[in-house]
């Protein structure tokens, strides 16, 4: 309480003196000159006090701003925004690369992210991984493209593969219809395509194939016969309007023999056997392989065309053991015996498989050649040990 009352009385002392000394200074107040080179400058005591007093204020601000501007600190700061942007902005390049399958610049970007320091957006998009069975799964992901809608399309992704993998296709393709973004997602369209093809869609899945950029050639040649195949079989079931689609697959691919095959039979389950004769013609001129070769035996194509057909591939092609098989067959067929014997038996010698060596022993058995298809069978049973 004294040490209070000590600091009034020196307060109020403090005042009173200030009062005198202001008065007395009203009434004389005196001047202050201030010369420096050829410069002189005269002024009131009382100027030169308030001058003095707000340069001092004016010096204290400064330092007070200084103090608070720090540029160190400033300086650390716009560093740490920088980054902090850098990071997202390339964790979102990484993801969109690997999600298109291009592992350079992934890594390139997922090289950024390191390098700024990290980024809190792949440990959110990590806690999707596990969990997926659970009940809060949809949720999770709701949040998720809430939180950060420009990583949206990852969630569907996740969502998509999930389902790819529960083997819930019906759900696959209802997510794609209403999420068009995932068109884009290379590592997701054989999924897609599966799905449609699974479906009786094959026609869709075609149309996706022949139009998905960046697809390897080989891949995209055996998706488009794994659709093509799947055409030609809804087309023996409907019509062969059905066959339609084919029309946009390029012409090796058209030409591939298991697709040449799968139509011929279509056309002949039609009833269109000279379209399936002059399609399998085109493709045998080109390359007579096993698979066509075996079509010419069919029963409803015509035989006497048939068979000089498979004569002009052995004078174009020369002799192999499925050609020789195929003209044996046929002649046999023709009851031209001495001819079918002929190329049954060279068929044996070319390739002494099971294939040959029945068509020749059934051949002996039709002739009643009962010694002979005993021969071939027992050649037959040593060939198989």
């Known amino acids: 309480m004294s040490r209070l009352l000590l600091k009034l009385l020196l307060i109020l002392i403090l005042i009173l003196a200030a009062g005198l000394l202001a008065h ?11 010369a420096w080179g050829q410069w002189m400058i ?9 001058l003095l007093f707000v340069t001092v204020i004016l010096i204290a601000l400064l330092i007070k701003v200084l103090r608070g501007v720090n540029p160190v600190r400033l300086l650390s700061q716009y560093q740490n925004r920088r980054d902090r942007k850098v990071a997202r902005v390339s964790t979102q390049h990484a993801v969109m690369a690997w999600l298109n399958g291009d592992e350079s610049r992934t890594l390139k970007a997922l090289q950024n992210v390191t390098k700024a320091g990290g980024s809190e957006r792949l440990p959110q998009l990590l806690s999707l991984i596990p969990g997926q069975d659970s009940g809060d799964w949809p949720d999770r992901v709701s949040a998720f493209k809430k939180a950060d809608p420009e990583l949206a399309l990852v969630a569907d992704v996740l969502t998509a593969h999930h389902l790819a993998q529960s083997g819930d296709t019906v759900a696959l393709l209802a997510l794609w219809q209403q999420q068009p973004g995932l068109d884009q997602v290379r590592q997701l369209q054989p999924e897609y395509w599966r799905a449609l093809i699974d479906h009786g869609q094959a026609d869709v899945a075609l149309q996706a194939i022949n139009q998905s950029p960046n697809l390897n050639p080989a891949d995209r040649e055996r998706w488009q016969q794994q659709a093509a195949l799947a055409v030609i079989e809804h087309s023996c079931q409907t019509s062969l309007t059905a066959l339609a689609p084919l029309k946009s697959l390029p012409k090796p691919v058209r030409q591939k023999a298991d697709l040449v095959a799968a139509e011929c039979r279509c056309l002949l389950l039609h009833e269109k056997p000279e379209e399936a004769f002059k399609s399998l013609s085109r493709a045998l001129n080109k390359a007579p392989a096993p698979m066509l070769l075996r079509c010419l035996l069919d029963t409803r194509m015509p035989s006497p065309r ?6 002009q591939l052995e004078k174009r092609h020369g002799s192999s053991p499925s050609l020789m098989l195929t003209l044996g067959r046929l002649c046999e067929a023709q009851e031209l015996w001495g001819k079918a014997e002929d190329y049954l038996s060279e068929a044996w010698r070319q390739e002494p498989d099971r294939e040959n060596g029945l068509a020749l022993a059934r051949f002996y058995e039709h002739r009643q050649q009962t010694d002979r298809a005993l021969a071939q069978y027992r050649e037959l049973a040593q060939l198989g040990d």
């Open 42 to 50: 005269e002024i009131t005591l009382w100027s030169a006090l308030g």
């Open 24 to 34: 007395y200074m009203v009434r004389h107040p005196g001047y202050v000159m201030i």
């Open 306 to 311: 048939s068979l000089t057909l498979a004569e």
